[in-house]
């Protein structure tokens, strides 16, 4: 009944982070590499190519988050959402007339820029200052659009692709994305947090007082932290990425491995649930450290795979951190550097997850070509979530005595 009530009154605000979180899709790896083969028959390129081009307009696109994600300390959603989902249809439509392979880095820095970068941190970020009680269950809530857009998009594109032109369909994601803007002007008619009334709900963090970007820069919880975001956009993109290889290596059929999806999807839905509700009753700091063990189990389980059925428990293992990873660090943030400037904060994270989603494709990648298997690469990067996971429990012992503080 609670969380009924809970829905009830905050549906718009919540719907608004879900529409977000969706439109995002259009600049997410999942969704661009539905395209992968037709773009590189397209223009003519090869995987190493069409790999370095990706990797080259994301990482540019994580360079800008840092200066832009602080955007959304000065600007209400109203108003620089429709600015942002306007540019996300633009990059959308130059997607679809795009003639020439070299204006290809620009279309991707475009697509990634302003969909998996700037849709998606503008509504953790709404979510995280305008909960603060209830932040795990309004972060759980708003980023099942993520999880929508994961489980349908690729689905519909790649029936559609069947009988219409791959660019006709860029231009459909456009038309989706400008969309989503009257919608978003619809529910945001009353925004929950103006800027102007931003003091009164402000929540602090460690010492009882709110962080700039530049004091958590020179802290050292933030640089214990930089292990654990790096490592589920690299690793998860790259294993995404590299979906057909790994099947081949395996000996399971591409399509046994894509129907593999919807399960995972659904795991992710289940853990983001419970973590949502989780941290909401225990709290960010006794859960986070836990977080990435789930991966090193994966890539064990992707490492040593002999048949669907440890395939099968590697994405189960794998969907537990996709579902926490999508609520925990967002809360993180807020919980111990305050909310007052939450946008500049998170847009480093941001421009350092975006950045190992741009790194990640091309490390394995190159791995592979040099001779280096992905068995054996699976293997490393499960002893990377490892240590990652004990950098992140050394970083929260030493903070959680000045997060008491502020309680």
Not at 157 to 166: R, S
Not at 241 to 267: C, R, S, W
Request: glycine share 10%; aromatic share 14%.
């Amino acid at each position: 009944m609670y969380l009924f009530t809970f829905l009830r009154d905050n549906a718009p605000w919540l719907s608004a982070g879900v529409l977000l979180t969706f439109l995002s899709s259009f600049g997410q790896t999942f969704f661009i590499s539905v395209f992968a083969g037709e773009i590189r028959e397209g223009f003519g390129l090869s995987h190493g190519q069409w790999g370095g081009i990706y990797t080259l307009g994301t990482g540019a696109s994580a360079v800008l988050m840092v200066w832009a994600g602080g955007l959304t300390d000065r600007f209400r959603v109203r108003s620089l959402g429709p600015v942002v989902l306007g540019f996300l249809a633009l990059a959308c439509f130059a997607m679809a007339v795009n003639p020439v392979w070299w204006l290809l880095p620009l279309v991707i820095f475009a697509l990634r820029f302003c969909g998996q970068g700037m849709t998606s941190h503008i509504a953790v970020v709404a979510m995280s200052r305008w909960f603060i009680a209830t932040r795990g269950k309004a972060l759980s809530v708003a980023t099942l659009g993520f999880a929508v857009g994961e489980a349908l998009l690729p689905l519909i594109f790649v029936a559609l692709m069947i009988h219409h032109d791959w660019r006709l369909l860029w231009g459909l994601a456009a038309i989706i994305a400008l969309c989503g803007i009257p919608l978003l002007l619809g529910l945001l008619r009353h925004e929950r947090t103006p800027q102007s009334m931003a003091r009164l709900s402000l929540s602090v963090g460690m010492s009882d007082r709110h962080w700039t970007r530049s004091e958590t820069l020179r802290q050292f919880l933030f640089w214990f932290m930089v292990p654990a975001l790096l490592g589920p956009p690299a690793f998860n993109t790259a294993f995404f990425f590299h979906q057909v290889h790994f099947a081949d290596v395996k000996g399971i059929a591409h399509v046994e491995l894509v129907a593999m999806f919807p399960f995972y999807t659904g795991v992710s839905i289940a853990a983001m649930v419970l973590s949502g509700w989780a941290l909401d009753k225990i709290g960010t700091a006794r859960l986070i450290p836990f977080m990435q063990l789930p991966m090193v189990a994966a890539f064990v389980f992707f490492a040593v795979a002999n048949g669907p059925f440890t395939t099968f428990l590697g994405f189960f293992f794998l969907a537990l951190t996709t579902g926490m990873n999508t609520t925990l660090p967002n809360a993180f943030w807020a919980e111990f550097y305050g909310t007052k400037h939450l946008g500049s904060i998170k847009a480093m994270a941001a421009a350092i997850m975006v950045l190992g989603s741009a790194i990640g494709p091309g490390i394995t990648g190159l791995s592979i070509d040099l001779g280096l298997g992905i068995e054996a690469q699976y293997l490393g990067v499960a002893g990377y979530f490892l240590f990652a996971s004990v950098m992140m429990a050394i970083g929260i012992a030493r903070a959680r005595p000045l997060l008491a503080a502020a309680s």
